[in-house]
């Protein structure tokens, strides 16, 4: 399925904009902070996700991955559709987003146009811990697919990269890599089950 779309953008509206690749005219539903950032005439790649059902097909589109992953993180937050996520994404910034989710800023989030105190509840409860572009970026980039391992099992994201970070701090000096990762995974789970 469709990745990214480099193209120059030709055209923008309040909730699109048109990008041109190849001779095809691309309509793209985007928030409207990242709409903003987008000028007519230049070149640009696009993180797209294709909307599709029986009766109806949109392309999204935002300027980063990041941005992305949280629109579908949204997405399955109970109330929230794909319209509604690009209007909560349009109305505050990642990394403000990320702060009140995770100092359970439930103001913050109401401030957000659009979105009512119950469905900024269930944000709370379903995307806390979930969504990471900031300090724990770094501490993720070298261990993704034990952080990814741990998530599967349960645990939150955030919670996942700390432990990894603690659990890096016990191995001896030396240790062989396919060791060094058997001990980390270990050491996160002993940290995460709180019998450390």
């Given at each position: 399925?469709?990745?990214?779309?480099?193209?120059?953008?030709?055209?923008?509206?309040?909730?699109?904009?048109?990008?041109?690749?190849?001779?095809?005219?691309?309509?793209?539903?985007?928030?409207?902070?990242?709409?903003?950032?987008?000028?007519?005439?230049?070149?640009?790649?696009?993180?797209?996700?294709?909307y599709h059902k029986e009766d109806a097909m949109r392309?999204?589109?935002?300027?980063?991955?990041?941005?992305?992953?949280?629109?579908?993180?949204?997405?399955?937050?109970?109330?929230?559709?794909?319209?509604?996520?690009?209007?909560?994404?349009?109305?505050?910034?990642?990394?403000?987003?990320?702060?009140?989710?995770?100092?359970?800023?439930l103001a913050r989030l109401q401030a957000v146009p659009?979105?009512?105190?119950?469905?900024?509840?269930?944000?709370?409860?379903?995307?806390?811990?979930?969504?990471?572009?900031?300090?724990?970026?770094?501490?993720?980039?070298?261990?993704?697919?034990?952080?990814?391992?741990?998530?599967?099992?349960?645990?939150?994201?955030?919670?996942?990269?700390?432990?990894?970070?603690?659990?890096?701090?016990?191995?001896?000096?030396?240790?062989?890599?396919?060791?060094?990762?058997?001990?980390?995974?270990?050491?996160?789970?002993?940290?995460?089950?709180?019998?450390?």
């Open positions: 399925m469709l990745n990214s779309i480099t193209g120059i953008i030709t055209g923008k509206t309040a909730e699109a904009v048109y990008l041109t690749t190849n001779n095809l005219e691309w309509d793209i539903s985007m928030p409207a902070t990242d709409i903003e950032s987008l000028y007519i005439g230049v070149e640009c790649r696009v993180f797209t996700w294709l392309l999204f589109g935002f300027t980063n991955e990041s941005r992305r992953n949280t629109f579908l993180e949204l997405i399955k937050v109970d109330g929230i559709g794909p319209k509604g996520a690009l209007k909560i994404l349009g109305g505050i910034s990642q990394e403000d987003l990320e702060r009140a989710l995770e100092t359970e800023d659009g979105l009512g105190t119950k469905t900024a509840q269930k944000m709370l409860l379903s995307l806390k811990g979930k969504l990471i572009s900031g300090p724990t970026a770094t501490v993720e980039a070298p261990h993704g697919d034990l952080i990814q391992a741990l998530v599967e099992m349960g645990y939150d994201k955030k919670s996942a990269a700390e432990a990894i970070a603690r659990g890096e701090q016990n191995i001896p000096p030396g240790t062989e890599p396919g060791e060094r990762e058997k001990l980390l995974f270990r050491n996160a789970i002993v940290f995460l089950s709180g019998t450390s």
